[in-house]
């Protein structure tokens, strides 16, 4: 086995299996998770993404519902729609799948849908309790990268993490989540994004990488302190001489890098499948506290 790549396989089984024993727990309990995926289109991309959580969901035992909309819905019928599922208390967890059409405002989407049942962790209210150091719910992605950290013994406690990317979905949740006051977090963070100047400077500096920029393989050894830790959340496609025609690379140079890193993500099979793995718990953590009830692993 490579010891220097830390797959994300093992890292989800873990998270199913306490997932399992919380959804157990639930059962016992006389509630029954559900998870509602929106779907507004018909993105390719979007579907993928749809039906794999709803395969999770199903695996697991979490039920699940799909509410596919026509890519022409106006906005006004889109946020009756979530204001009837924030209603219907059969629901525990709603997700908007995003990107959105262009006529359909993400933020109030967002806005719209109940903190309660957010479990993308992207309502205001959910950011706020997370930077205020009290999180609710924690974004599916970052959370995923701490899990794969724990789970490889990796300390962030006192050391340099640099976030490259500083999105709403990763690189900012990723910096509140390593700030927080916990030995899982702890880290001294700091943040590069495209109007950064001399960025290499920033990330040779870090202990800890994680790029979430959408750039394929960007990061190059050179930009690297010699056995640090890489967690490369990008998926990018390039063109490839094989029968799709394509193949998925990171942010960062992996066959460039390999020598020079102590660990490293591998894209895919790194990061990617963490996402749901997290949405999962997510779903049972919003189940849990609509029925005032404390899941024994957490
Ligand atoms: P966004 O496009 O929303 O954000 C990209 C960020 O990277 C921005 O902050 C941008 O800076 C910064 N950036 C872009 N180019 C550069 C550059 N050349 N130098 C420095 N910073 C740069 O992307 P996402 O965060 O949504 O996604 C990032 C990647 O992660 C994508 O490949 C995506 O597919 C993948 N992803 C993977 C997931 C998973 O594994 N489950 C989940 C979500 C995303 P600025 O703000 O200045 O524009």
């Known amino acids: 086995m490579d010891q220097k790549l830390l797959k994300g396989k093992p890292v989800t089984e873990a998270v199913y299996n306490r997932v399992s024993q919380n959804l157990a727990y639930l059962k016992e309990q006389g509630v029954q998770p559900r998870l509602t995926v929106v779907l507004v289109g018909e993105d390719p991309a979007s579907q993928v993404y749809v039906r794999r959580k709803g395969k999770a969901c199903e695996k697991l035992g979490i039920l699940s519902d799909t509410v596919v909309l026509p890519a022409d819905i106006s906005e006004h019928h889109l946020l009756d729609k979530i204001k009837t599922l924030n209603a219907d208390s059969r629901n525990h967890g709603i ?25 993308d962790c992207f309502h205001p209210q959910n950011v706020g309790l997370l930077v205020s150091g009290n999180p609710y719910m924690l974004p599916c992605t970052p959370a995923g990268i701490v899990e794969i950290l724990k789970y490889y013994q990796l300390e962030t406690q006192s050391r340099h993490v640099e976030v490259v990317g500083r999105s709403n979905i990763d690189g900012k949740p990723m910096v509140n989540l390593l700030l927080q006051k916990n030995t899982s977090a702890n880290a001294t963070v ?9 960025i290499s400077d920033h990330i040779r500096r870090a202990d800890i990488v994680i790029a979430a ?6 990061i190059k050894k050179e930009q690297l302190k010699e056995g640090s830790v890489v967690i490369d959340v990008g998926i990018n496609r390039i ?19 390999y020598d020079t890193v102590s660990k490293i993500t591998p894209v895919p099979g790194g990061v990617g499948p963490m996402t749901i ?3 999962m718990q997510n779903t049972l953590t919003a189940a849990a506290a609509q029925n005032n009830i404390k899941l024994p692993s957490e």
Not at 98 to 111: G, S, T, Y
Not at 213 to 218: A, D, K, Y
Not at 240 to 253: H, I, P, S
């Open 190 to 198: 700091t943040v590069v994004h495209s109007r950064t100047q001399h």
């Open 95 to 119: 997700l908007v799948q995003l990107p959105l059409p262009a006529n359909i405002n993400e933020e109030k989407v967002i806005m719209t849908v109940a903190p309660q049942k957010d479990v």
């Open 239 to 257: 063109d490839a001489d094989n029968e799709k025609g394509y193949k998925l690379v990171g942010d960062v140079d992996f066959d460039d890098v």
């Open 213 to 218: 920029i959408g750039q394929p393989n960007f």
């Open 277 to 279: 793995a997290m949405l």
